[in-house]
């Protein structure tokens, strides 16, 4: 188990990552779904709140750190309009969830059910992001994802209880970075690969 205090470093790599692909954005190389990213800062906060109710300590700081990052990737967005806005089904829904982990964290109290339907809000906010990743992978910053991935492992690392509220939002983090790693990998190694054999069949 790492010293608590790690989780400090988390926090700046998820930041330093969201600064990079705030950077991507302001000059074009990066295309959020601005809907994603809007709820990829409001869900995490909701965790954020929820953990600080449950009495987590130093862990909840990496939670906020990813509310706060993307809200600076939608600021950028918004402000240079390199983004996308695509309504569908998965973010009606995703802010439907999240609507219920509110209402669980507020009115019931129940912390540890609003982190998992934070969670489940955050995984469906997810969806177009990755749809979009998987037709456009070059519309994606892998660096930010690989950043998210490594502060989510050090976060987990210094986790002193197993309560569900204390590792969930981190592991969950990881695993959702893991995946959009490897399908931007994938998706690109494949554009490389139709692009080096159409020109010899042509």
Known sequence: MLDPRWVFVAAALSLIGSITYARATAIGAARPNLV??????????????????????????????????????????????????????????CAGIAGCAVLVWGGLGKAPAAVLLAIAADGVALLPTLKKAWADPSSERIEFFVLVAIGAV?????????????????????????????????????????????PRRL
């Open 36 to 93: 994603t990213w809007t709820l990829w800062a409001a869900v995490p906060a909701v965790a954020f709140l929820a953990q600080l109710a449950s009495g987590v300590g130093l862990p909840a700081v990496m939670t906020l750190s990813a509310a706060v990052g993307p809200a600076i990737v939608v600021a950028i967005a918004v402000t240079t309009r390199h983004s996308r806005v695509r309504l569908g089904t998965f973010d009606f829904a």
């Open 154 to 198: 050090i976060t987990l690392l210094t986790v002193g209880s197993w309560a569900m509220q204390e590792w969930a939002f981190a592991a969950y983090q990881f695993v959702a970075c893991a995946v959009l790693i490897g399908v931007v990998f994938v998706r690109r190694r494949r554009s490389l690969h139709w692009s080096a054999v159409v």
